[in-house]
């Protein structure tokens, strides 16, 4: 499954960098992606785990940058 998110307060590129770096480890995942210009992350991940990677996702961006939302 392949999925798109809006993120609200996402503030540097290189916030977002560390963010999809963090993604792509979580088990399950395939691929990933964080833009800043846009706003936006891609996560495409196992089907059967989907909703726990997102989960996981959104706790790796919290870490990263706190203020930062995922528009679900």
């Known amino acids: 499954m392949k999925k798109k998110f809006k993120l609200v307060d996402l ?3 290189n916030c977002a960098a560390k963010m999809e ?3 792509k480890n979580i088990d399950g995942v395939t691929d ?4 800043f ?7 495409e991940a196992d089907d059967a785990v989907f909703d726990k990677v997102v ?7 919290a870490k990263v940058e706190p203020d ?5």
């Open 37 to 43: 210009m846009t706003q936006k992350m891609m996560i």
């Open 32 to 35: 990933a992606s964080v833009s």
């Open 55 to 61: 989960e996981e996702a959104v706790k790796c961006i």
């Open 21 to 23: 770096e963090a993604i």
């Open 68 to 72: 930062c939302q995922v528009v679900l």
């Open 11 to 13: 503030d540097c590129a």
